[in-house]
Every structure is written in structure tokens, then in C-alpha cells.
């Protein structure tokens, strides 16, 4: 596809671009190098790189792309494979094909609501009261059936239906406190608008529990999507259904898909395992879903530990949905814009008064009651904790949302010491429970009124009054999952999940929880007792455990009753046979029935030569409305000279496969007959027409008016708004230019025009300009496009590096005087050539971060450290974040481990990757293995990671062991690599681990569960 950043979608090829300079070409050039010849920021070039934003001009992108490929062939490292990764065409039609996709018209939904404001605003005036205002309305919002079981207008949707969590209560009050509008709204907002108009799209809040994710994303629904259709499916399956249903819906603007917490529908086995490499339904339904054909707008929330591990997954499919996600961050606490906003809407909610006082949790958590939720969960009744933590242990194994009552009733027992359990009485259970589950005190309070909520939730069952289970409190369960990241799970626990659960999917995701700690007995009864969704993950386990054959038997007999999963998997097996004739055979026996084998055997067939074989089966599977098999079999066709063949079995396929018709148009266009060029054209009309995605672009129009020189045609469609026409016609400009340079006085106007259209900058008239040398108009554009506008890191970027080619250093220090950190750095690196280091250190008192980090430099390469560390000292209380960033990176490179150990461990926020990890080195190499045990206690993975590697080093690999069984995944690792040479772990591979840590290998006179 070509669509978003889906897998051969534009940021993902600008990752792996990112990847391919860092692997093949020594990290060159440098982004600063790049950032030159872009004539954009190196952050600029940073971030796209990484494939976090979308540039909006395809032209200055394929500027690093040309440096990079000549790089490439300079090391001589430009294979055929990265020539074709680096080929130009291929980045315009991604290019095209993602701007397409963002590309929009105004909400018919914002239009619905204007309207209906206005109506009533008219109405209203003209005294229009009682029935008749309500009846007038409903000509603008209409009642219309949905075409989706179970979809609501957005505005018949009660909060808390949509995962809108309960606030703490005051007398008086409403269930949800005013709303506050965040910083991260607008970001929000702009994505639901953008995806709203143009064919759908996934947005994802990204932040911890209890920070106002599901809040944000239901008043900006609310706010920019009024009466659309919105449907909040209860599990994958619903969402399948969805995704199977054919046609355009009979209304055309787009379906609103609330999903909330997605963790849950993700197929995700636990929260401290990463996922199996099992398919994903709930993915690839979303992929399809992602159709502007019938456009669906996807909604949900992640914890950024869950999007993280699902960005690591090891199915496609997930990965894609987190590819062509919009995803929006919530921070953790408010900013001091957002605090005002908090005070200027408490006097209305006494609520947001209180919780803005509060000091040790966040305003979002206060008023969730995270600190009694704390308290309750740490001290209290000891029965009730445990009941609590039996809940946490569940979900982070993989349990279901909803904890089964007799569940937490039979494990909470294993979280008693002994004499706990023995003065238990018959009514333990029941004050647990109600302890578990009453209204905790809350702190919110405010003229004498006190908030409530509670950690568990109960569930109702069908019957009035039952209770099937209960749902942890979010905040609790973050809170749970972070600080038993590493504690062991009671064996009842475990046991409990086999004699109180009869969910498959449910056994699977424990049963993977027990194979990641190396459980494998364990996982294996959780699979068998999960019926034939667990036979795939325990053939898998088998094979690691070198059970290859007993595996193939179990895989081969569920292949055979027509079981999809299983034939994918032999197939994937299949590969690995090295004997031809056995590895056709085995996939011919499967490939009549299954499409996955029949694509396998098409191409093994094509790699050993046998191209008439593998055409025959690619059409065979082309006949099926397989679009891609179509082309495989053209492609084949054309290189054995069969053209007319080929063009034949594309124009049969062409009407209903996107990739058909691109194939086709490409080789039409081969020929060079008119009769060919003409119908190449007609294609490609078509389907522009239509706005596909993923057929024929805009761009490719854009290209064939150039190829043939139809530039009338091709400056009608600048004229028209299409981003790729106007590049070209500048860059006709530009050419022509060098000759008449009354071409450019014209064009000039013409860009202007453009830029008039966009509040992203004056791109079209600096790119012209700039092609042109004409840098001083250049700037005069951007000043007076900067008295309208905010500025932007780009547009500082370019400017800046035209003043410098210009000489005027004037204008760039009063860029830098106002905050331009590009001016910044310009005018420290400057300053410091020529020797005026006062006036750079002026700079950094008042916390330019580009002069603090070129003094720091600077006394650094003099020897002098502290005088070095001192200048950063200076700066934190201005950006405190940033310049402690620059601190440790100067300790950290200068080996300054006792000042470095006390910064880091003086922090008051929490601590970046980077520097957690720094943190645990260091405090292995001081020999402070407590500290460093108490931090991997608190879940801190780089302790634990730090700590498993010194534990191993010191061949303590009882240690190591029982830190597996824990759930650390370095133990887990660490264990499995050195399993092979170490006496003491021998056994290990094939047997895994016992809950106390031993090596499971059978004991005499007891048989291996297993077999």
C-alpha cells in the first residue's frame, strides 16, 4: 500500500531511511550537512528521519534523499536494492499519495452544527418558544436510522458509556467537573477535523492513567464532530464485523469508531510481556477500516508503556495500525497556561479549586482520587489489599477487563501471610470485597465538600442486582503494573486462571505471561486448556523447547480440518526446508485451499526459474480478485517477453484493484504507441477522479503532463491547489527564469497567491526565490508573512541561513534576541569564532540553551569541568529540564561519576531513558547494588537490567533465575543466551523454569507435564 505510513507508506520509507543511513552508511552524511542543503533545521531533518512528520514540501525532502543516494554509491554501497529504496518516483507517489490523504474539505458535520446554531439563534430572536424550536431543528439534524448496529448521535452518548472515568463527587455537583480546556486540544482538534474530511484515519491519546486522555478525546468529539454517528464496540469481534461490512455507509460522513483503552483489544498477552507473534484480527480490521471509500474515524488511548511494546510487536498488523496513526501525547501535569485556565474555571467547580492546591499528584489525578486510591492500596484492611492485588496481577497477566468475582476470590488468599489466612473467618470475603470496592474518602476538597471513588468497580451481570466482576481503577492498576513490574505472582494465581477461566483468548494471553518467564510447563497446561487457540502458541513453545517434531504433528492436524493460522505458520516453517522438491511438495498440498500457501508456492517456484509454474498460480489466485498476484504474474509475463500477455491480465483486473491499474499504466506508458499513451492516460484520469490513495495520483498526472510537455495543463492544475503541480511549475520557473527573468517577476506573484492559501509559511515563492538567488526578496517575504503569523522552526531554519549567506548579522542576532534558537546558535557559534566569549556567556546567563552548550564546549576542551558544569548550573532555573539534559551529557562524557550519581539522583521528576540507564551503570560501577535493587523493585527496566547483567557476571544465576519467574525480560534474555555454554543452567531451553526457580527438568519417578 501507499497509503498514510502503512508499511511502504511515506514515513515509514523515511524510517527506513533513518536506518539506512545509520546501518549502511556510518551515520553520513550528518543531519547538519543535510539540514544545509535542505535549507531546513537539523531538528527538521532529526524528525524526519525518524518519520515523525510529514514534509509538506516534497521537493526540499528529496534533497536528503539525493545526498543520501549519492553517499550511497560514493562508499560504493549502492546495490540495485538501494538504488530502488532511493529512486525518486517512488518517494513522489508515496509522497502524493499520504499528502492526498490529509488533504480535506470542511466538515459536513461542523457545517450540520453552524447551521443548527444559526436556526436557533434565528428562531429564537423571532420568539419562536416550547415545541416549535425543537421541531424546526430537526430539519437540520434529521432522524436518520444508523447504518451500524449500536451507533448513537455523539451527542446521545452519556460520558461515561465512552470510558469517561467518574471524578471525585461534590454535594451539588455534576458527575463530571467543568472542563478545562489543555494545551494539546488544538493538536487534537485540528486531527479530528483533518480526519473527519478526508476519508477517516486512527487518532491515539497517548498518556498515563488518569490524565484526561478519554476526557480530551470526548469534549473535542463533542466540540468538532456533532451529530455523527458513533459506535463504541464491546470486543475485536464487533470490530471485525465492521470491517466486513461492504459498500460505502448510507451516510456519507464518516463513522466515529470509539474504542477508548485499545490495550485491551490489541491481542496484547500481559502488560510486562511483549506480544506474541500470534496474528492480530483486531489490527488488520483497523487496517481495512482505514478505506476512504467508507471513511471511519478510529478513537482510543494508549499508556505510553502499552504503545511502546505494541510498537515493537512482532505482528504486522499492529505495527501498521501504530504507523498510520495520528497520535496526540497527554502530558502527565498541567502547564502553567493550564493551571490559570484551572483557576479561572474553579469558581464554578469547587472540585478544580481543591485539586489545584493539591501539590503531591497532579490536578487530572487529584480529582480522580489517585491519592486515596494510593492509600487504600498500600495500608488498610490486609484482606482487602489483597484482593486488590490479585485484580492488578490479573490484567498484567493478560486477564480480561473484567475480573471474574470467583477469580479474585480464590487467589486473593496466595497475597495473605500465613496467619492472615489463618485468623480469616467465614466473612473474610465479604468485608474484602466491600472494602475493596466502597468510596474512598477523596482529596479534593473545597468549602467543607470531600470527593469519592473507589478501586474496584463492580460489573452487573444479567440479572438485577448480580455482579460478574470488577474493573480496577486505572490509575491503580498503572500504579499496580509499575511497582510489581518485577514481584513474582503466586503459584494460586496461576492455578486460579485454569479452574476459574473457559475464555481461550484469555488462557492464551496467561499462558504467554508463563512462557515469557520461562514457565514453559506452566504455559503449556494454560494452552491445552485453551482448547484449539492455544495449539499454535504451544507448537511454538515446542519448537523452542526443541520439540520440532511433536510440534509439526500438532500444527499439521489443525492445518488439515482448514485451520488459516495453521497453514500460515506451516508455511512459515515450510521455508526453512532446504530440499526444493520437499519444500514445493508440502506447499502444493496446501495451496489449492489455502491463499497464504498458494502465494508461497507461486514464489518458490519463481526463485528457482519455474516462471510458467508461477504465473499459472499467481493468476489463479489474480481470478480470486487478488490485485497484487496480478501484477506478480504481469510482471513475470513481461520479463519473458510476453507483453501483450501481460497487458492482457492487467486490463482484465485493472476496474477493481488499485495496483492493477498502476502496473498497467506503467507498462502502457513502456510501449511508447499513442494508441498505449492514450489509454495510460484514461487510466490515470480515472483515477485521479476519484481520489484514490493507493491507485493513480495526482502526482502521476503531475509527471505525465511534464514527461510530455503539457505545461499549460500542468499550470492549471497549480492553479487548482495541487501541491505537486506547483512544485514542478516553480521549478519550470526557476529554469526559464535563468534566461527571462521576468518569468520569475511573474511567478513571484503567482507564488504569492498560493502561500495566501496556507498558514504553514510562504513555502512556494522562498522555494522559487531561492532556486533564483534572489535571497534578499526571500527574506522580505518571510518578514512580512511573520507580522500575521506565528513562526515555526522551518521557517526560522531558512531565514536564518539565508541572513547568514547575506552577511546580515544584525538580523540574525535579533532573530536569536527574540527566541529563534536557529538565530541562537548562529550567532553563539559566531561570537565564539571570533573570540567574544562574554558576550556568549551573557547569552547563556539569560538560558539560551545554544550559547550555554558552546561555552560549556568550550571550557570543556580547556580542561576546565567545573567551570563547564557551572554554566549549565546557571541555567537550570531557567530551563531547568533542557540545561540538566546538558549537565549529565557533560558529566556523562567526562567520566565525573560521584557528580553525575548525585544529579541524577537529586532529580525530582522522573528520570529519560537515557538517564535511568546512565543511573544504573553507574551505580553498578560504585558498587551500589542495593540502591540499584530498590530502584528495579520500584520498576525501573533499566535497573533491572543493569542488575540481571551483574548478577550473571557474578555467576549468580539462582538470582538470575527467580528475577524470570518475576517477569524480568533482561533475566529472560540473559538466561537464554548463556543457557548453551553454562553447566548450571543446562536443561533450561528444553524445560524452562519452576516457580521457585529451579530448572524444571523431570524429577525421578515424575513425568514432564509436558509430555
Given at each position: 500500500?501507499?497509503?498514510?505510513?502503512?508499511?511502504?507508506?511515506?514515513?515509514?520509507?523515511?524510517?527506513?531511511?533513518?536506518?539506512?543511513?545509520?546501518?549502511?552508511?556510518?551515520?553520513r552524511?550528518?543531519?547538519?550537512?543535510?539540514?544545509?542543503?535542505?535549507?531546513?533545521?537539523?531538528?527538521?531533518?532529526?524528525?524526519?528521519?525518524?518519520?515523525?512528520?510529514?514534509?509538506?514540501?516534497?521537493?526540499?525532502?528529496?534533497?536528503?534523499?539525493?545526498?543520501?543516494?549519492?553517499?550511497?554509491?560514493?562508499?560504493?554501497?549502492?546495490?540495485?536494492?538501494?538504488?530502488?529504496?532511493?529512486?525518486?518516483?517512488?518517494?513522489?507517489?508515496?509522497?502524493?499519495?499520504?499528502?492526498?490523504?490529509?488533504?480535506?474539505?470542511?466538515?459536513?458535520?461542523?457545517?450540520?452544527?453552524?447551521?443548527?446554531?444559526?436556526?436557533?439563534?434565528?428562531?429564537?430572536?423571532?420568539?419562536?418558544?416550547?415545541?416549535?424550536?425543537?421541531?424546526?431543528?430537526?430539519?437540520v439534524?434529521?432522524?436518520?436510522?444508523?447504518?451500524?448496529?449500536?451507533?448513537?448521535?455523539?451527542?446521545?452518548?452519556?460520558?461515561?458509556?465512552?470510558?469517561?472515568?467518574?471524578?471525585?463527587?461534590?454535594?451539588?455537583?455534576?458527575?463530571?467537573?467543568?472542563?478545562?480546556?489543555?494545551?494539546?486540544?488544538?493538536?487534537?482538534?485540528?486531527?479530528?477535523?483533518?480526519?473527519?474530511?478526508?476519508?477517516?484515519?486512527?487518532?491515539?491519546?497517548?498518556?498515563?492513567?488518569?490524565?484526561?486522555?478519554?476526557?480530551?478525546?470526548?469534549?473535542?468529539?463533542?466540540?468538532?464532530?456533532?451529530?455523527?454517528?458513533?459506535?463504541?464496540?464491546?470486543?475485536?469481534?464487533?470490530?471485525?464485523?465492521?470491517?466486513?461490512?461492504g459498500?460505502?455507509?448510507?451516510?456519507?460522513?464518516?463513522?466515529?469508531?470509539?474504542?477508548?483503552?485499545?490495550?485491551?483489544?490489541?491481542d496484547?498477552p500481559?502488560?510486562?510481556?511483549?506480544?506474541?507473534?500470534?496474528?492480530?484480527?483486531?489490527?488488520?480490521?483497523?487496517?481495512?477500516l482505514?478505506?476512504?471509500?467508507?471513511?471511519?474515524?478510529?478513537?482510543?488511548?494508549?499508556?505510553?508503556?502499552?504503545?511502546?511494546?505494541?510498537?515493537?510487536?512482532?505482528?504486522?498488523?499492529?505495527?501498521?495500525?501504530?504507523?498510520?496513526?495520528?497520535?496526540?501525547?497527554?502530558?502527565?501535569?498541567f502547564?502553567?497556561?493550564?493551571?490559570?485556565?484551572?483557576?479561572?474555571?474553579?469558581w464554578?467547580?469547587?472540585?478544580?479549586?481543591?485539586?489545584?492546591?493539591?501539590s503531591?499528584?497532579?490536578?487530572?489525578?487529584?480529582?480522580?482520587?489517585?491519592?486515596?486510591?494510593?492509600?487504600?492500596?498500600?495500608?488498610g484492611?490486609?484482606?482487602?489489599?489483597?484482593?486488590?492485588?490479585?485484580?492488578?496481577?490479573?490484567?498484567?497477566?493478560?486477564?480480561?477487563?473484567?475480573t471474574?468475582?470467583?477469580?479474585?476470590?480464590?487467589?486473593?488468599?496466595?497475597?495473605?501471610?500465613?496467619?492472615?489466612?489463618?485468623?480469616?473467618?467465614?466473612?473474610?470475603?465479604?468485608?474484602?470485597?466491600g472494602?475493596?470496592?466502597r468510596?474512598?474518602?477523596?482529596?479534593?476538597?473545597?468549602?467543607?465538600t470531600?470527593?469519592?471513588?473507589?478501586?474496584?468497580?463492580?460489573?452487573?451481570?444479567?440479572?438485577?442486582?448480580s455482579?460478574?466482576?470488577?474493573?480496577?481503577?486505572?490509575?491503580?492498576?498503572?500504579?499496580?503494573?509499575?511497582q510489581?513490574?518485577?514481584?513474582?505472582?503466586?503459584?494460586?494465581?496461576?492455578?486460579?486462571?485454569?479452574?476459574?477461566?473457559?475464555?481461550?483468548?484469555?488462557?492464551?494471553?496467561?499462558?504467554?505471561?508463563?512462557?515469557?518467564?520461562?514457565?514453559?510447563?506452566?504455559?503449556?497446561?494454560?494452552?491445552l486448556?485453551?482448547?484449539?487457540?492455544?495449539?499454535l502458541?504451544?507448537?511454538?513453545?515446542?519448537?523452542?523447547?526443541?520439540?520440532?517434531?511433536?510440534?509439526?504433528?500438532?500444527?499439521?492436524?489443525?492445518a488439515?480440518?482448514?485451520?488459516?493460522e495453521?497453514?500460515?505458520?506451516?508455511v512459515?516453517?515450510?521455508?526453512?526446508?532446504?530440499?526444493?522438491?520437499?519444500r514445493?511438495?508440502?506447499?502444493?498440498?496446501?495451496?489449492?485451499?489455502?491463499?497464504?500457501?498458494?502465494?508461497?508456492?507461486?514464489?518458490?517456484?519463481a526463485?528457482?526459474?519455474?516462471?510458467?509454474?508461477?504465473?499459472?498460480?499467481?493468476?489463479?489466485?489474480?481470478?480470486?480478485?487478488?490485485?497484487?498476484?496480478?501484477?506478480?504474474?504481469?510482471?513475470?509475463?513481461?520479463?519473458?517477453g510476453?507483453?501483450?500477455?501481460?497487458?492482457?491480465?492487467?486490463?482484465?483486473?485493472?476496474?477493481t484493484?488499485?495496483?492493477?491499474?498502476?502496473?498497467?499504466?506503467?507498462?502502457?506508458?513502456?510501449?511508447?504507441?499513442?494508441?498505449?499513451?492514450?489509454?495510460?492516460?484514461?487510466?490515470?484520469?480515472r483515477?485521479?477522479?476519484?481520489?484514490?490513495?493507493?491507485?493513480?495520483?495526482?502526482?502521476?498526472l503531475?509527471?505525465?503532463?511534464?514527461?510530455?510537455d503539457?505545461?499549460?495543463?500542468?499550470?492549471?492544475?497549480?492553479?487548482?491547489?495541487?501541491?505537486?503541480?506547483?512544485s514542478?511549475?516553480?521549478?519550470?520557473?526557476a529554469?526559464?527564469?535563468?534566461h527571462?527573468?521576468?518569468?520569475?517577476?511573474?511567478?513571484?506573484?503567482?507564488?504569492?497567491?498560493?502561500?495566501?492559501?496556507?498558514?504553514?509559511?510562504?513555502?512556494?515563492?522562498?522555494?522559487?526565490?531561492?532556486?533564483?538567488?534572489?535571497?534578499?526578496?526571500?527574506?522580505?517575504?518571510?518578514?512580512?508573512?511573520?507580522?500575521?503569523?506565528?513562526?515555526?522552526?522551518?521557517?526560522?531554519?531558512?531565514?536564518?541561513?539565508?541572513?547568514?549567506?547575506?552577511?546580515?548579522?544584525?538580523?540574525?542576532?535579533?532573530?536569536?534576541?527574540?527566541?529563534?534558537?536557529?538565530?541562537?546558535e548562529?550567532?553563539?557559534?559566531?561570537?565564539?569564532?571570533?573570540?567574544?566569549?562574554?558576550?556568549?556567556?551573557?547569552?547563556?546567563?539569560?538560558?539560551e540553551?545554544?550559547?550555554?552548550?558552546?561555552?560549556?564546549?568550550?571550557l570543556?576542551?580547556?580542561?576546565?569541568?567545573?567551570?563547564?558544569?557551572?554554566?549549565?548550573?546557571?541555567?537550570?532555573?531557567?530551563?531547568?529540564?533542557?540545561?540538566?539534559?546538558?549537565?549529565?551529557?557533560?558529566?556523562?562524557?567526562?567520566?565525573?561519576?560521584?557528580?553525575?550519581?548525585?544529579?541524577?539522583?537529586?532529580?525530582?521528576?522522573?528520570?529519560?531513558?537515557?538517564?535511568?540507564?546512565?543511573?544504573a551503570?553507574?551505580?553498578?560501577?560504585?558498587?551500589?547494588?542495593?540502591?540499584?535493587?530498590?530502584?528495579?523493585?520500584?520498576?525501573?527496566?533499566?535497573?533491572?537490567?543493569?542488575?540481571?547483567?551483574h548478577?550473571?557476571?557474578?555467576?549468580?544465576?539462582?538470582?538470575?533465575?527467580?528475577?524470570a519467574v518475576?517477569?524480568?525480560?533482561?533475566?529472560?534474555?540473559?538466561?537464554?543466551?548463556?543457557?548453551?555454554e553454562?553447566?548450571?543452567?543446562?536443561g533450561?531451553?528444553?524445560?524452562?523454569?519452576?516457580?521457585?526457580?529451579?530448572?524444571?527438568?523431570?524429577?525421578?519417578?515424575?513425568?514432564?507435564?509436558?509430555?
Open positions: 500500500m501507499v497509503d498514510g505510513d502503512g508499511e511502504d507508506g511515506f514515513l515509514a520509507r523515511m524510517k527506513a531511511l533513518g536506518v539506512l543511513r545509520r546501518q549502511q552508511l556510518s551515520g552524511p550528518s543531519d547538519r550537512h543535510l539540514a544545509r542543503r535542505a535549507r531546513v533545521s537539523q531538528t527538521t531533518v532529526g524528525v524526519w528521519l525518524r518519520g515523525e512528520r510529514f514534509p509538506q514540501d516534497v521537493d526540499t525532502f528529496l534533497v536528503v534523499v539525493r545526498e543520501l543516494l549519492d553517499t550511497a554509491r560514493a562508499l560504493g554501497v549502492a546495490t540495485p536494492g538501494v538504488e530502488e529504496r532511493l529512486a525518486e518516483q517512488g518517494w513522489r507517489q508515496a509522497h502524493a499519495a499520504e499528502a492526498a490523504r490529509r488533504a480535506g474539505v470542511v466538515s459536513d458535520g461542523v457545517v450540520r452544527a453552524q447551521g443548527r446554531a444559526a436556526l436557533e439563534t434565528a428562531l429564537a430572536g423571532a420568539g419562536a418558544t416550547g415545541a416549535a424550536l425543537p421541531a424546526a431543528l430537526a430539519s439534524t434529521p432522524s436518520v436510522t444508523p447504518s451500524v448496529p449500536g451507533a448513537r448521535r455523539v451527542e446521545d452518548w452519556h460520558p461515561r458509556l465512552l470510558g469517561v472515568k467518574p471524578s471525585v463527587t461534590a454535594p451539588g455537583g455534576d458527575d463530571l467537573p467543568g472542563y478545562v480546556v489543555r494545551d494539546h486540544d488544538r493538536e487534537l482538534r485540528s486531527a479530528l477535523r483533518t480526519m473527519a474530511t478526508s476519508g477517516g484515519g486512527v487518532l491515539l491519546l497517548i498518556g498515563n492513567p488518569s490524565t484526561g486522555k478519554t476526557r480530551s478525546a470526548y469534549e473535542a468529539v463533542r466540540a468538532e464532530l456533532p451529530g455523527r454517528w458513533l459506535v463504541r464496540p464491546k470486543d475485536a469481534a464487533e470490530v471485525a464485523a465492521l470491517a466486513e461490512r459498500g460505502t455507509p448510507p451516510d456519507p460522513a464518516p463513522l466515529i469508531l470509539w474504542l477508548d483503552g485499545v490495550d485491551r483489544l490489541l496484547a500481559s502488560a510486562d510481556a511483549p506480544l506474541a507473534d500470534a496474528p492480530a484480527p483486531l489490527a488488520a480490521a483497523l487496517v481495512e482505514c478505506d476512504p471509500q467508507r471513511p471511519t474515524v478510529v478513537i482510543g488511548t494508549l499508556w505510553p508503556e502499552q504503545y511502546d511494546r505494541h510498537a515493537s510487536a512482532a505482528a504486522a498488523a499492529v505495527r501498521e495500525v501504530l504507523d498510520l496513526a495520528t497520535t496526540v501525547v497527554v502530558p502527565d501535569e502547564s502553567a497556561s493550564e493551571r490559570e485556565r484551572t483557576q479561572e474555571v474553579g464554578r467547580d469547587p472540585r478544580l479549586s481543591a485539586a489545584y492546591w493539591i503531591n499528584f497532579g490536578i487530572v489525578q487529584t480529582l480522580a482520587g489517585a491519592p486515596a486510591l494510593e492509600r487504600c492500596w498500600r495500608t484492611d490486609p484482606y482487602g489489599r489483597a484482593v486488590l492485588t490479585a485484580a492488578v496481577d490479573a490484567r498484567r497477566l493478560g486477564g480480561p477487563e473484567v471474574p468475582s470467583a477469580f479474585l476470590r480464590a487467589a486473593a488468599p496466595g497475597y495473605l501471610t500465613s496467619a492472615q489466612w489463618a485468623r480469616a473467618d467465614d466473612g473474610w470475603w465479604e468485608r474484602a470485597i472494602y475493596a470496592t468510596p474512598v474518602e477523596g482529596t479534593a476538597r473545597a468549602n467543607g470531600a470527593g469519592t471513588t473507589s478501586a474496584l468497580s463492580p460489573c452487573a451481570g444479567d440479572e438485577p442486582g455482579v460478574v466482576g470488577y474493573a480496577v481503577a486505572d490509575y491503580l492498576l498503572h500504579l499496580g503494573r509499575s510489581r513490574l518485577f514481584e513474582a505472582v503466586p503459584e494460586r494465581t496461576w492455578r486460579t486462571f485454569l479452574t476459574t477461566t473457559d475464555d481461550p483468548r484469555v488462557l492464551v494471553r496467561i499462558g504467554w505471561s508463563a512462557q515469557w518467564r520461562l514457565l514453559y510447563e506452566l504455559a503449556e497446561e494454560l494452552y486448556a485453551a482448547g484449539t487457540e492455544g495449539v502458541p504451544r507448537a511454538k513453545l515446542l519448537v523452542a523447547r526443541g520439540r520440532s517434531a511433536e510440534a509439526w504433528r500438532l500444527v499439521t492436524s489443525l488439515e480440518r482448514g485451520h488459516d495453521a497453514v500460515q505458520l506451516l512459515t516453517w515450510v521455508r526453512s526446508i532446504s530440499d526444493d522438491d520437499q514445493l511438495a508440502q506447499l502444493a498440498r496446501y495451496a489449492p485451499a489455502h491463499d497464504e500457501a498458494a502465494r508461497a508456492l507461486a514464489r518458490e517456484l526463485a528457482i526459474g519455474r516462471h510458467d509454474d508461477a504465473v499459472e498460480q499467481w493468476t489463479g489466485l489474480a481470478e480470486k480478485g487478488d490485485g497484487k498476484s496480478a501484477v506478480r504474474a504481469a510482471e513475470l509475463l513481461a520479463g519473458a510476453r507483453g501483450a500477455d501481460a497487458l492482457e491480465l492487467l486490463r482484465r483486473h485493472a476496474p484493484s488499485p495496483p492493477v491499474r498502476r502496473t498497467l499504466f506503467d507498462l502502457l506508458l513502456k510501449t511508447g504507441a499513442p494508441e498505449d499513451t492514450a489509454e495510460a492516460e484514461q487510466l490515470l484520469r483515477d485521479v477522479a476519484r481520489s484514490s490513495t493507493d491507485g493513480l495520483t495526482e502526482f502521476d503531475v509527471e505525465f503532463l511534464r514527461t510530455f503539457r505545461l499549460e495543463e500542468l499550470e492549471s492544475l497549480a492553479t487548482a491547489g495541487s501541491r505537486a503541480a506547483r514542478r511549475m516553480i521549478d519550470t520557473w529554469t526559464e527564469g535563468e527571462d527573468p521576468a518569468v520569475v517577476d511573474r511567478a513571484v506573484v503567482i507564488c504569492a497567491r498560493w502561500d495566501a492559501e496556507s498558514d504553514d509559511g510562504p513555502w512556494s515563492a522562498l522555494h522559487l526565490l531561492r532556486e533564483t538567488d534572489r535571497l534578499a526578496q526571500a527574506v522580505d517575504v518571510v518578514n512580512a508573512w511573520e507580522r500575521d503569523h506565528e513562526g515555526n522552526d522551518d521557517i526560522n531554519a531558512v531565514v536564518t541561513d539565508m541572513l547568514m549567506d547575506l552577511g546580515r548579522w544584525d538580523d540574525v542576532a535579533a532573530r536569536a534576541d527574540r527566541g529563534d534558537t536557529r538565530a541562537q548562529a550567532v553563539a557559534r559566531r561570537l565564539l569564532e571570533h573570540g567574544r566569549i562574554d558576550e556568549v556567556m551573557r547569552r547563556a546567563e539569560r538560558g540553551l545554544p550559547a550555554c552548550r558552546r561555552v560549556s564546549e568550550l570543556a576542551e580547556r580542561g576546565d569541568i567545573a567551570g563547564a558544569a557551572e554554566v549549565w548550573c546557571g541555567t537550570v532555573a531557567l530551563r531547568q529540564e533542557y540545561a540538566n539534559l546538558g549537565l549529565v551529557d557533560l558529566l556523562h562524557e567526562h567520566d565525573r561519576v560521584d557528580d553525575l550519581l548525585d544529579l541524577l539522583t537529586s532529580l525530582d521528576r522522573r528520570l529519560g531513558k537515557r538517564e535511568a540507564r546512565i543511573l551503570d553507574l551505580l553498578v560501577r560504585k558498587g551500589r547494588i542495593a540502591e540499584l535493587t530498590d530502584r528495579a523493585a520500584a520498576g525501573d527496566k533499566h535497573a533491572d537490567e543493569a542488575l540481571v547483567h548478577l550473571a557476571s557474578h555467576r549468580r544465576f539462582a538470582d538470575v533465575r527467580s528475577r518475576a517477569g524480568s525480560g533482561a533475566a529472560t534474555r540473559v538466561l537464554l543466551d548463556l543457557a548453551v553454562e553447566p548450571e543452567l543446562q533450561l531451553t528444553t524445560y524452562g523454569l519452576r516457580l521457585d526457580g529451579s530448572i524444571a527438568v523431570p524429577r525421578e519417578g515424575v513425568d514432564d507435564v509436558s509430555r
